[in-house]
């Protein structure tokens, strides 16, 4: 059974900086495009960043310039380093994976991040 964790959010003054985790664990072979996504309440599910597993990204552009994907491989974890955070980052943000040999997307349970003006 393949599992998605995140941690790391929580609440923070606009211009501060939060760093999520999204580890995965069970049983795969390995993993492809990892990605990070966020809802706002009355909002849809909008994709934040993503990174494949050689290491190409891509960005919403409102986060460009302030946020940073990476992945450890090793640790079948993916980050996401955000800066310069607005009160409009304000959301719950999910990580997902999508594994080889599967067609399953898997995603996380979510982590609230809070940004107050």
């Known amino acids: 059974q393949v599992q998605l964790v995140e941690s790391g959010g929580g609440l923070v003054q606009a211009g501060g900086s939060l760093r999520l985790s999204c580890a995965a664990s069970?049983?795969?072979?390995?993993?492809?495009?990892m990605g990070w996504y966020r809802q706002a309440p009355g909002n849809q599910r909008e994709l934040v960043a993503t990174i494949t597993s050689g290491g190409s990204t891509n960005y919403a552009d409102s986060v460009k310039g302030r946020f940073t994907i990476s992945r450890d491989n090793a640790k079948n974890t993916v980050y996401l380093q955000m800066n310069s955070l607005k009160p409009e980052d304000t959301a719950v943000y999910s990580c997902?994976?999508?594994?080889?040999?599967?067609?399953?997307?898997?995603w996380g349970q979510g982590t609230q991040v809070t940004v107050s003006s």
């Open positions: 997902n994976a999508r594994f080889i040999f599967t067609p399953q997307v898997y």
């Open positions: 069970g049983r795969f072979f390995g993993i492809n495009t």
